[in-house]
């Protein structure tokens, strides 16, 4: 069974950072593309960032400069890290994993105070 398990979300003050995690279990992770999405109050989920299997990394124009997504094959894990925080950053964030299908975690909430 696949299981995508986010964390590292919370409350931070506007120009903050957070790091977030997502570890994979269940799923071949190294032979997987992986991607950050985000849902804000009343909005429909949109893309932050991918990185493919070789490590090539795509960001939405609103996180480029900001964002960097990693990932460490060796324990499972995708990373987000988010610098520079605005509040409409606020949102629940979500990893996904696709290999012969898609995959989401349970997402994990992010606020930004101004």
């Known amino acids: 069974q696949v299981q995508l398990v986010e964390s590292g979300g919370g409350l931070v003050q506007a120009g903050g950072s957070l790091k977030l995690s997502c570890a994979a279990s269940?799923?071949?992770?190294?032979?997987?593309?992986l991607g950050w999405y985000r849902q804000g109050p009343g909005e429909q989920r949109e893309l932050v960032a991918t990185?493919?299997?070789?490590?090539?990394?795509n960001y939405a124009d609103s996180v480029k400069g900001r964002f960097i997504i990693s990932r460490d094959n060796a324990k499972s894990t995708v990373y987000l890290q988010m610098n520079s925080l605005k509040p409409d950053d606020t949102a629940v964030y979500y990893c996904?994993?696709?290999?012969?299908?898609?995959?989401w975690g349970q997402g994990t909430q992010v606020t930004v105070s101004s």
């Open positions: 269940g799923i071949t992770f190294s032979m997987s593309a």
């Open positions: 990185i493919s299997r070789g490590g090539s990394t």
């Open positions: 996904k994993a696709i290999l012969t299908r898609e995959y």
